[in-house]
């Protein structure tokens, strides 16, 4: 009768989800005319914390290149906020003068505005602190803990854990 021997299991070749998702995303930038999705992950760095507070790149527009000529600037479509359309398109010179920085060449030779909501998620704001009986009934419950600090830390935790 022969032996069956444990299968081992080989090496675990886990990938990031970045890696994965990454011709998932690069298909769907490509669809609005971004070669790069840099320019929308990066865009507050690159456009700048004031400008990214208020406009967001849409989609790239490609005019159609013509047999023989060189290949024309995109136009980057931006979506603002409506109280800063005006501000924002004071700042048209700064946002190319950026963005083509960023590519390295003339990539982009205008901008068109389209006015809406932005559509990053706003942050929920922070809860404050846990309530101080709250915090005196879970110190209580913590036994001998001679660091006094430590015990009002782990007080103040299980306060804000028990309120959520």
């Not at 299991?9 to 990031?16: H, L, Q, V």
Request: hydrophobic share 45%; glycine share 6%.
């Amino acid at each position: 009768m022969s032996k069956l021997r444990p299968i081992k299991p080989g090496p675990i070749s886990a990938k990031p989800l970045a890696v994965l998702l990454n011709d998932v995303f690069a298909e769907a930038y490509a669809k609005q005319g971004f070669a790069a999705r840099e320019l929308v992950t990066r865009w507050a760095q690159i456009a700048g914390p004031e400008i990214a507070a208020h406009a967001e790149p849409l989609k790239m527009q490609w005019p159609r290149p013509v047999e023989g000529q060189p290949q024309e600037p995109a136009t980057l479509v931006l979506r603002v906020e409506g109280p800063m359309a005006l501000e924002i398109q004071h700042s048209a010179g700064v946002i190319l003068e950026r963005v083509n920085r960023f590519f390295g060449w003339s990539a982009v030779g205008k901008l068109a505005f389209r006015q809406a909501p932005l559509s990053r998620a706003r942050r929920p704001a922070r809860p404050g602190p846990p309530d101080p009986k709250s915090v005196a009934k879970v110190a209580e419950s913590l036994g001998d803990i001679e660091d006094e600090q430590l015990k009002t830390a782990l007080a103040r935790l299980g306060a804000a854990i028990k309120r959520n």
